[in-house]
């Protein structure tokens, strides 16, 4: 007789610090342990299959799942475009600093969750929102951003990043984050993202410029699209090199298979310069308004589709000149 496989009950989450930390409140509430990692770009292409049990969090909406968490503006869009209703959806979508605060939120009332979830939650929404007053306050070191760090140090190894990630999400589930990162596992892994951070600081010396049409030096472009190889860089550490700028641009080719295709993704962020001050500079309605992407205000991506290399350096240098001056219509 055949044996028939009932699929178990997941949790697809985002591959980030957020992601984990939803993981964990989620899997301690509904006692489910097994566990997905993937980024946006995997869930709007549907790679994966996600079933009517599955929870969703950080993540866009897929085709079906059983619960949904996140707070990202873009995929309430996208949604819309869907003709779905997300107040219809099982699960909560809100436009809080982080998805672990979604979830946090949602279950506090019915479940009782340790009080050290407290601090991991406040951690999530710092790092998601990176809403830091100073360049000190981002580079001090706190649990949070140990662990933070110490899943960037993965991000080049894809076969032990599942597992390190499976293994993170039950620690941060079951004990205090000051524990988490005070563990051997993530003081090697921490030690391992500096000197990552070191070779990514070089890159961006060598990379970043600023446009002609950007006399006063406000946005800061790493333009990648010269390199044969997909570079590994965090683009926000151009900030440790230009603290005054008040955004970054990252311009680089998209990979499929490990091949270096014509199509560009593009990514901007707010720098800390602009933090605790009055402004109305937002990068989400730049990526809306260029057609390409979306976003929130303080960070955004889009992705241009080019048919040559001739059409993609032309594409490059329109876009890098509509987004200054989207920019400065923006006062
Ligand atoms: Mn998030």
């Not at 509430?29 to 946006?40: I, K, Q, T």
């Not at 090199?241 to 680089?252: N, T």
């Amino acid at each position: 007789m055949m044996e028939e496989r009932v699929p178990q009950r997941k949790i697809v989450t985002h591959n980030d610090f957020d992601g984990v930390v939803s993981a964990a409140l989620v899997s301690r509430a509904e006692g489910v342990d097994r566990f997905l990692f993937a980024g946006p770009r995997t869930i709007a292409e549907s790679r994966l299959t996600i079933t009517a049990e599955d929870i969703v969090c950080d993540l866009p909406y897929p085709l079906e799942c059983g619960l949904w968490f996140d707070h990202h503006e873009g995929n309430l869009e996208e949604l819309k475009y869907r003709g779905i209703e997300p107040g219809s959806l099982p699960g909560r979508f809100a436009l809080l600093d982080s998805c672990a605060r979604v979830v946090y939120e949602y279950y506090r009332e019915r479940v009782d969750f340790p009080e050290f979830y407290e601090q991991a939650v406040a951690e999530a929404d710092l790092l998601d929102s990176f809403r830091f007053s100073s360049v000190e306050e981002w580079r001090r070191p706190t649990p949070g951003k140990i662990v933070d760090a110490a899943i960037k140090a993965q991000e080049g190894a894809p076969p032990q990043r599942e597992a390190f990630l499976r293994w993170l999400v039950r620690k941060v589930r079951d004990f205090p984050l000051e524990e988490v990162a005070a563990s051997p596992e993530i003081a090697s892994a921490y030690e391992e993202y500096h000197q990552q951070e070191e070779e990514m600081l070089e890159i961006i010396r060598r990379q970043a410029a600023f446009a002609p049409e950007d006399p006063d030096r406000e946005i800061i472009v790493l333009d990648f699209t010269s390199y044969p190889r997909q570079p590994r860089v965090i683009k926000k550490l151009a900030f440790l090199i230009y603290p005054e700028a008040k955004a970054v641009v990252e311009i680089r080719n998209l990979f499929r298979g490990g091949l270096k295709t014509t199509d560009l993704s593009v990514s901007m962020s707010l720098g800390i310069s602009l933090a605790g001050r009055e402004h109305r500079k937002n990068v989400g309605e730049i990526m809306r308004r260029l057609n390409i992407g979306d976003g929130h205000a303080g960070a955004g991506a889009g992705t241009v589709y080019c048919a040559s290399k001739a059409e993609m350096l032309r594409e490059k240098d329109r876009i890098l000149g509509a987004i200054v001056s989207l920019w400065r219509s923006q006062g």
